[in-house]
């Protein structure tokens, strides 16, 4: 069975202050793992999608990387917009084709 | 802004209501999800539809019934609801299911659902 963990469950950054947040995942063939941003009581956004290891990808103050058992998404000098839940999800390459979902990290950004 | 357009963004209803949630997008895409979403937890897929056709069930119950009149619209009927159905109900799309890298899934603002 496809398993996502993300930590922290929590994070709290002062703002200007880098950090990171851990997806492993794991999952028999990797179609795709996915980042979205999601804002309380909003419809989750979409960041990244990332196919093979060692690929990265980057938006602004976020950079995504992938290797064989985890993502991490890179955030730079954090704003306090950057406030929100970040969800990891993966998508296996055969079998039942359905997207599984982290349970996010919450990151507040303080001022 | 997402390109995926759900209505209406609040709904009240009482457990013998029928009522429905409507979605439409406009990327051209042949796959089209609804997912269920309760507080704190990661959305829970609920249907897909593959060019049109209902691809996957997640042993939703009867009491959610869903359709796709045409490749950019999706409904989700709901009739005699409990109040544990009250949750936030995403619809989604992607450019293909199953197939390809065209898989990563765009998500609608959401419909609130709340069952009294």
């Known amino acids: 069975e496809d398993q996502v963990t993300q930590s922290p469950e929590a994070l709290r950054l002062q703002e200007g202050e880098s950090s990171s947040l851990n997806c492993s995942y794991t999952?028999?063939?990797?179609?795709?793992l996915f980042w979205y941003r999601q804002d309380p009581g909003k419809g989750p956004e979409f960041l990244f999608t990332?196919?093979?290891a060692g690929e990265e990808k980057e938006k602004e103050r976020l950079k995504a990387t992938l290797t064989k058992k985890e993502s991490f998404l890179h955030i730079t000098a954090p704003k306090p917009e950057d406030s929100a839940t970040y969800l990891c999800?993966?998508?296996?390459?055969?079998?039942?084709?359905?997207?599984?979902f982290g349970t996010g990290t919450k990151l507040q950004v303080i001022p | 802004d997402t390109e995926v357009t759900q209505t209406p963004k609040h709904l009240v209803m009482g457990m013998t209501n029928k009522k429905s949630l409507k979605c439409e997008q406009h990327m051209g895409h042949r796959a089209m999800y609804w997912y269920k979403q309760k507080a704190k937890k990661p959305p829970e897929l609920m249907f897909v539809?593959?060019?049109?056709?209902l691809s996957i069930n997640e042993s939703v119950p009867s009491r959610f019934s869903p359709e796709c009149p045409n490749s950019s619209l999706l409904n989700l009927h709901l009739h005699a609801l409990q109040p544990e159905d009250s949750a936030l109900y995403l619809c989604?799309?992607?450019?293909?299911w199953g197939t390809g890298n065209g898989n990563t899934i765009y998500f609608g603002e959401g419909s609130w659902l709340t069952v009294v």
């Open positions: 999952v028999s063939g990797l179609r795709g």
């Open positions: 539809y593959s060019y049109e056709k």
């Open positions: 990332l196919y093979s």
């Open positions: 999800a993966v998508l296996p390459r055969g079998g039942y084709q359905k997207v599984t």
């Open positions: 989604a799309s992607s450019q293909d």
